[in-house]
């Protein structure tokens, strides 16, 4: 069973779009997290949820918002998508440990 | 704040030894250490918490100086299996704990073994 999974692997998408990425953990961890990790490779959090709530929001534009129906879920939504969106965005999970990541979603934005 | 991370790459052949460093200039509750391989999420490898602790498995340690607020990660024997780009991230002082705040990464030292 994979532990973080995230759907979908790959996402291309127009200017202006609104998309979703889903991210469910099996861990039963309390904390999750999502990171923008750009062409460089730096990696960057976006949003930390512990038990369904909104615990830190760094500098992100509010056009990206969490949603998290669960404690095994965290979805990201991204309305009017823009070219410096493109990056790959990972969820993972942790419990007073190390994060186990998801696979990560490749966003395209042409 | 960001970590520092160096060398930003090191290239060595099998069997020698490398190590890593990442300093900040906070004070640190944590440091984790984590594995990227290309196209790949990236593999945590071990956290080091405030005491200044040392730990490791196999051939990959590392330590934590709590007083300079520095870790280093240290590979012994490379393995071409070791070839990756590694992040040291930071969890900081007094921020609200249990992993809520996040880690915050390095930039990322991207190391090479040749066979």
């Known amino acids: 069973d994979t532990a973080v999974s995230q759907t979908p692997k790959y996402l291309v998408t127009q200017m202006g779009n609104d998309k979703s990425i889903k991210c469910e953990q099996n861990?039963?961890?309390?904390?999750m997290y999502w990171y923008k990790q750009d062409s460089k490779k730096f990696l960057k959090i976006m949003f930390s949820?512990?038990?369904?709530?909104?615990?830190i929001n760094e500098t992100v534009p509010n056009r990206f918002s969490p949603k998290s129906p669960d404690k095994a879920h965290l979805n990201l939504h991204i309305n009017s998508l823009e070219l410096g969106d493109s990056a790959v965005y990972f969820c993972?999970?942790?419990?007073?440990?190390?994060?186990?990541f998801g696979s990560g979603t490749r966003l395209t934005v042409v | 704040q960001q970590p520092v991370q160096s060398p930003q790459a090191v290239i060595l052949r099998e069997g020698e030894d490398a190590v890593i460093n990442c300093s900040s200039s906070?004070?640190?509750?944590?440091v984790h250490w984590y594995r990227q391989k290309h196209g790949e999420a990236p593999v945590f490898l071990m956290i080091?918490?405030?005491?200044?602790e040392q730990k490791g498995h196999e051939k990959i340690s590392a330590s934590f100086n709590e007083k300079k607020q520095q870790s280093s990660l240290y590979l012994t024997a490379s393995q071409l299996s070791y070839s990756g780009t590694y992040f040291c991230?930071?969890?900081?002082?007094?921020?609200?704990?249990?992993?809520?705040?996040?880690?915050?990464f390095g930039k990322g030292t991207h190391l090479i073994i040749q066979p």
């Open positions: 993972a999970s942790s419990q007073y440990g190390g994060y186990t």
């Open positions: 861990l039963g961890h309390d904390t």
């Open positions: 949820y512990n038990n369904k709530e909104l615990i």
């Open positions: 906070k004070a640190l509750y944590s």
């Open positions: 080091l918490l405030k005491g200044g």
């Open positions: 991230g930071t969890e900081r002082e007094g921020g609200l704990g249990g992993g809520a705040d996040g880690l915050t």
